[in-house]
C-alpha cells in the first residue's frame, strides 16, 4: 500500500518546496526563479538551450559552469563572493529576494544552485522538489525565450564553513574526525569501474563513507522523505551525530547529500568542492579502494 506520507515534501523555504509551494506564489514580486540545470559532458545535452525552449515562468537560468572560479582547471570551484554578486545580479536578483532553483537533470544540480546560495550567506532559498519533470508532468505553465531582467545589487558574504580544500579533507581523513561522505555510484567509491573524467585514480578518500546520490530520491525524482533520508545514511554507515564533509565526482551531487543533511536538521557540515576531480589527480593523495 503506498504510504501517501511519504509522497508529500514539508515545504521549507530554506531547503525544500513543493510544486503546489511555487505555483502558488509564481507571482509573488519578491520571488526568484532560477534553473540550475548541469549535465555530464557525455550526456550531450545542452541545459541553456534546453531552458530557452521550455523553463518555469519567470525563470533566469543559472549556468553553473558560468558562475565559477575562473583561475582554476577544476571545473565549476565556487566563485569568490564578488564574482558570485556581479553574476546573480546580472539576473536581476537582489537583496531580499527569495529564490527557489529547479534543474531538469539526473545530477540533480539544482542543490548545487541551492548551496552556492548558502555558500554565500543567503539564507532565503529553496530548491523544487521534482524539478522541471514533475513540474511539467502536472501540466503546470511553461515560457520559452529568454527572460529580460534589469541588473541588481546584492551582497554576499561567502561563509567558510560551509566549504573545504583538499588539504583540510585530508586532515580530516588522517585525523578520523568528521564523517566523509561520497555520492558517486558504488562502483566508481570502490574503484571497480574507472572514472568519467580522464587521468583519474578509481577509489576514494579513505574513511569515506558511500551513499550514491540516487538513493536519496525517489523515482519520480522527488527527495525522500526525513525518515527515508535518515535510514540512507544509517545504512551507509553515517553517524549523524558527527560532523560532515560530503563529496562526489566535481562538487554537484554532493550538495545533494548537502541538502539532505540539512532537511535532517544536520547544521555542521561541508563540502569538498574539489571533490574526486581534484583529490584522484593529487600526486600524493591517499586513496583506498573496495567497500568502505
Not at 564553513?161 to 566523509?180: F, P
Not at 558517486?184 to 578518500?205: K, M, N, Q, V, Y
Not at 560532523?243 to 562526489?248: E, G, K, N, Q
Request: glycine share 8%; hydrophobic share 40%.
Amino acid at each position: 500500500m503506498h504510504n501517501s506520507r511519504e509522497a508529500l515534501v514539508t515545504d521549507d523555504p530554506t531547503t525544500l518546496v513543493s510544486t503546489d509551494w511555487l505555483a502558488a506564489r509564481l507571482d509573488d514580486p519578491d520571488l526568484r526563479i532560477l534553473d540550475a540545470s548541469w549535465h555530464m559532458p557525455a550526456a550531450g545535452r545542452d541545459a541553456a538551450a534546453e531552458f530557452a525552449k521550455a523553463h518555469i515562468p519567470g525563470a533566469r537560468f543559472f549556468d553553473i559552469d558560468e558562475i565559477s572560479a575562473p583561475d582554476t582547471d577544476l571545473p565549476h570551484m565556487a566563485p569568490s563572493a564578488e564574482l558570485f554578486a556581479a553574476k546573480i545580479g546580472a539576473l536581476g536578483i537582489g537583496d531580499g529576494d527569495r529564490i527557489v532553483v529547479y534543474d531538469n537533470s539526473a545530477t540533480h544540480s539544482a542543490a548545487r544552485g541551492w548551496w552556492m546560495f548558502r555558500l554565500m550567506g543567503w539564507r532565503n532559498v529553496a530548491m523544487l522538489d521534482g524539478g522541471l519533470a514533475k513540474w511539467q508532468a502536472e501540466n503546470r505553465p511553461l515560457e520559452s525565450g529568454e527572460p529580460r531582467g534589469s541588473a541588481r545589487e546584492l551582497s554576499v558574504t561567502r561563509d567558510s564553513v560551509l566549504i573545504r580544500n583538499a588539504a583540510e579533507v585530508a586532515a580530516a581523513s588522517d585525523s578520523g574526525s568528521h564523517e566523509i561522505i561520497d555520492a558517486r555510484a558504488a562502483d566508481r567509491f570502490t574503484g571497480a569501474a574507472p572514472e568519467p573524467r580522464e587521468g583519474l585514480a578509481s577509489g576514494h578518500i579513505p574513511g569515506a563513507k558511500n551513499l550514491p546520490v540516487g538513493r536519496l530520491y525517489r523515482e519520480d525524482g522527488t527527495m525522500k522523505d526525513e525518515d527515508a533520508l535518515r535510514a540512507e545514511f544509517e545504512t551507509a554507515g553515517v553517524d549523524l551525530n558527527r560532523p560532515a564533509i560530503t563529496s562526489c565526482g566535481s562538487g554537484i551531487t554532493a550538495a545533494s547529500l548537502s541538502l539532505a543533511l540539512e532537511r535532517l536538521g544536520h547544521r555542521n557540515h561541508a563540502l569538498y568542492d574539489g571533490s574526486w576531480t581534484e583529490w584522484g589527480a593529487l600526486p600524493n593523495a591517499k586513496i583506498a579502494t573496495g567497500d568502505a
